[in-house]
């Protein structure tokens, strides 16, 4: 599309005028404004926008060279040329010494010298334009520089953006500018970051909106209108209202702007929204040096809203946390957060400056952590986890847990790690533990004590018992009958048997459990003694694998039995007072007992069975192995035989 070029032809005759204003607007470059005196001249210069100005010399009142001084020192780059039909070097140098562009002679060919005018005028428009545009840019490029400066010390992003359009907007001459997605605005919560920075000419306009609506919800329309369809595009986009589509148009009258034009604005690879400028006239797509000076704007606000988007969503977080977070390069820490140093009781700014993470901590620790920190950054290891100690700056002992690991950046390695102080979990683990310790001894006080009284126990239910059999003794000393005796030194037997197991565990470390055959051995020769048998008649033994340890409600009744067996075995195996052995072996399976108990009498009756015995010796071995779980039964072999199995835990 041909642009069109605004000219002032100034000049007191008003036919020339005319003439020169027919032939230039036909070439289709221009339209031309004809004023007859300087003072009209510089009105209309003063209300209307004007390219280029043609002014003849000689005027009455005003002439051309106080017109172009007048004209210079408000527009000084507007392009000028001078018209005279005085062909004087003297005029020509003064003209040009004024700041006239060119000077041309009023030639009698008309449309010869039009045509030299097009000429000048494009070439003179062209390079005001080419000039302006550079100025703009200088001035825009000035202004982003300057809020790129503010934004690397920190400066807030939406306040500089927001000044930067403030100053950039008028440099365009735009009626309003915005940077972000104002659709994107309109639907978030109250309380997040903003998504749109908008600068208006007008500041009533921009509180109360226009054409009743607020101007953001106008806005929003027309990025939503405008941008349909272009989700993708990269590139500048230019809009005008004679030419957009229905939609686009409504918005921008409801605007009450002409035309517009849209940067993309990218947050890393995602197009974030755009800025943009609204032109109440019609703006073309701008020249090469504002256009770049307008895109390193987008780029700078994306690069910008970047870093804030980071900032607001990465580091706010880690400056908030509950944990200490530091970065370390080179064995030097480049960024630790507030947590970090309030663990230490030391600013942050001495930390980066004058420590290191191993001299921190204790100097047994330290080798442990720096070795770590080598082995990660060699990629031995992908992170460490550590308990070390360290020491705050008032002296008291913290207790720490780190965990680092590495990421690479430009083929430089860095160990980030998180810290926690763990000082009170220590000391109330320390606590517990000396709780428990104590407690521990108070236990063992406790188990001693009872211990020593179990041991008692079973030391006087021992004497006890003894006294009944001395008791018993002592009763048959008083009766002559024979069979009396027999059956109280029987009685007397089965209490020494019972009384000897009271007495193992009296002997024994472990109040639990008796050693079977020594008990088993002690009940024998107790039995033996107590028969005053001549010395050797009766050779007794005990013959034992692995030791078997049992609890006194299996002793009990395995004692019993031995006692009912050795007994019978003395009184009928060996008449006459023969000699012979009784032997008993012990042997462990499958978590039972199995005791053999045999004699090399007479042995059993041919017709024994001891289901059918009625003695009172077998109907305790029945009853005995029923209550330990056990089964019994008996051969006659050389002597005889018995076979008691039971379990260890019935």
Sequence with gaps: MVTIIPVLFVDDNRELSNIFQFYLEETGLFTVHVCLDGEDALRYIAEN??????????????DGITLLRHIRSTHPRLPFIMLTGNDSKETAIEALNAGADFYQNKAEDLEIQVLDLSHKLKILVEKAQAELAIQKKDKILEVISKTAGQLLKGCDFYSEMEKTLREVGPLTGAKGAFIGNPVLQENELQGVPPEVIVWWDDEKEKENGLSGKPLLTLLSELVRAFSSGKEKSGQLMHCRSDDADPAVRRSMEYLSVTSAIFFPVFVGTERWGYLSFLFEGIKQIPAEPERYALTMMAELAGAARYRAYMEEYFKNPVEKSLVGVFLIRSKRFIYI???????FGIPREEIIRTKSLPGLLDENDSSRVLKVMQEICAGSIESGHLEVTAKSRDGSRIFLELYLTVFRHNSSSFIIGNCLDITQRKEAEEQVRVSEELLKQNMMSSLEEK???LREIHHRVKNNMQ??????????????????HDIIRDCRNRIFSMAAIHEKLYQTDKLTAVPLGSYIRDIGSRIIHEFEMDTGQITYDVIEGEPVLVDISIGIPVGLMINELITNSIKHAFPQNHSGTIEIEISLANASCHLRYRDNGIGLPVDFSPNLQDSLGIELIRNLTHQIQGTVSFESENGMICNLIFPLTP
Excluded: Q
């Design 337 to 343: 957060n507030p947590r970090f140093s309030m663990i």
């Design 467 to 484: 006294i009944i059999a001395s008791l018993l003794r002592l009763s048959s000393f008083e009766s002559k009958n024979p069979e009396v």
């Design 49 to 62: 926008p004007v390219e280029a100005v043609i002014s003849d010399f000689d005027m009455p009142d005003m």
């Design 451 to 453: 211990e020593t009284l």
